[in-house]
């Protein structure tokens, strides 16, 4: 990649972080999407001042060769995309050489879920399952998941102010430091207050320490919970429970909550907002998993839709 190339680059990233409060692990995919079609001009003559439509095609054809998947190179292309619009606005170019061009799409895959009694067999696990402090927080962290569908890692960092006063609702930080609401069920709530009791007696056993400012300490640099730990933790519960643990993910219980609520009549809008999506096509895959569901429910229990 060259000084110049580098330059577009890094100052599209910058602009991304100060004008649309992109987070950094989205800056940083887009960094590599971008300094890969970069270096690929390179070693093809170009440079992304004089890249042509062609060109950008031509790189496509290369990343599909190269054996990447759909959503890879629909997301590289929307990198491309992206950087280009900017330097238009900037007037680094005069014309957009990704206007108009047809991505590679996306596969269609519907999100994995649970049912509402593996749900309930993931939480009894969690219940039943380790020391009792274990089961204080395994407990804490299946119930709060469910009942607000939070992403692992606001999960595993929520602040232990945010419990404090049982809440009815609890304040969550998420992508690009955009802050929302969620609501806590009963169950979530009597959790948190059994955890959040033992939690603090834990911690002033331990004085003189500063006490941990996170609900769930851990014992890495950030202070919390790894995204790791509970990753094992969950497949742990999974296996308890008599559940494929390769088919439960902290993300399976997050698409259980969205599905669950939109099979019981909540608004595609509301769930969009408890989830944090910024746009609502994210939070409209849960129809297409709802449809499948009642598609399969007709052909298990139509009586002319069986064999004959």
Same mark, same amino acid.
């Given at each position: 990649?060259?000084?110049?190339? #580098?330059?577009?680059?890094?100052?599209?990233?910058?602009?991304?972080?100060?004008?649309?409060?992109?987070?950094? $692990?989205?800056?940083?995919?887009?960094? &590599?999407?971008?300094?890969?079609?970069?270096?690929?001009?390179?070693?093809?003559?170009?440079?992304?001042?004089?890249?042509? *439509?062609? %060109?950008?095609?031509?790189?496509?054809?290369?990343?599909?060769? *190269?054996?990447?998947?759909?959503?890879?190179?629909?997301?590289?292309?929307?990198?491309?995309?992206?950087?280009?619009?900017?330097?238009?606005?900037?007037?680094?170019?005069?014309? $957009?050489?990704?206007?108009?061009?047809?991505?590679?799409?996306?596969?269609?895959?519907?999100?994995?879920?649970?049912?509402? @009694?593996?749900?309930?067999?993931?939480?009894?696990?969690?219940?039943?399952?380790? &020391?009792? %402090?274990?089961?204080? *927080? $395994?407990?804490?962290?299946?119930?709060?998941?469910?009942?607000?569908?939070?992403?692992?890692?606001?999960?595993? #960092?929520?602040?232990?102010?945010?419990? =404090?006063?049982?809440? =009815?609702?609890?304040?969550?930080?998420?992508?690009?430091?955009?802050?929302?609401?969620?609501?806590?069920?009963?169950?979530?709530?009597?959790?948190?207050?059994?955890?959040?009791?033992?939690?603090?007696?834990?911690?002033?056993?331990?004085?003189?320490?500063?006490?941990? *400012?996170?609900?769930?300490?851990? =014992?890495? @640099?950030?202070?919390?919970?790894?995204?790791?730990?509970?990753?094992?933790?969950?497949?742990?519960?999974?296996?308890?429970? #008599?559940? $494929?643990?390769?088919?439960?993910?902290?993300?399976?219980?997050?698409?259980?909550?969205?599905?669950?609520?939109?099979?019981? #009549?909540?608004?595609?809008?509301?769930?969009?907002?408890?989830?944090?999506?910024?746009?609502?096509?994210?939070?409209?895959?849960?129809?297409?998993?709802?449809?499948?569901?009642?598609?399969?429910?007709?052909?298990?229990?139509?009586?002319?839709?069986?064999?004959?």
């Amino acid at each position: 990649m060259t000084p110049a190339a #580098g330059r577009w680059i890094s100052t599209f990233l910058e602009a991304q972080a100060a004008e649309q409060d992109a987070a950094r $692990n989205t800056r940083l995919a887009y960094g &590599r999407d971008l300094s890969d079609w970069a270096d690929w001009l390179a070693g093809h003559g170009g440079d992304l001042a004089r890249a042509s *439509r062609d %060109e950008v095609e031509g790189y496509l054809v290369a990343c599909e060769a *190269r054996g990447l998947s759909k959503a890879t190179r629909a997301r590289r292309l929307s990198a491309i995309r992206q950087l280009y619009r900017f330097a238009h606005e900037e007037g680094w170019r005069d014309d $957009n050489p990704t206007l108009k061009l047809a991505g590679p799409g996306r596969a269609a895959r519907l999100p994995g879920t649970l049912s509402v @009694a593996e749900v309930e067999a993931l939480l009894a696990a969690a219940r039943d399952m380790g &020391r009792p %402090e274990d089961r204080l *927080r $395994n407990t804490c962290l299946m119930e709060v998941l469910y009942a607000t569908g939070l992403r692992v890692s606001e999960l595993v #960092g929520l602040p232990v102010a945010a419990a =404090r006063g049982d809440p =009815r609702m609890i304040l969550v930080t998420g992508k690009g430091g955009k802050e929302r609401m969620v609501p806590l069920s009963p169950p979530a709530r009597a959790a948190l207050r059994a955890w959040l009791a033992h939690r603090d007696a834990a911690e002033a056993a331990r004085a003189p320490q500063p006490p941990s *400012r996170h609900l769930f300490p851990g =014992r890495g @640099a950030e202070g919390h919970l790894t995204r790791q730990h509970f990753f094992l933790l969950i497949k742990q519960m999974a296996a308890h429970a #008599g559940l $494929n643990p390769a088919a439960v993910t902290p993300h399976t219980l997050r698409h259980a909550f969205a599905t669950h609520l939109l099979a019981n #009549g909540a608004d595609l809008r509301v769930i969009q907002t408890l989830l944090g999506h910024a746009d609502i096509s994210t939070t409209e895959i849960y129809t297409h998993v709802l449809d499948e569901r009642l598609r399969e429910l007709v052909l298990e229990h139509h009586p002319l839709a069986r064999d004959p």
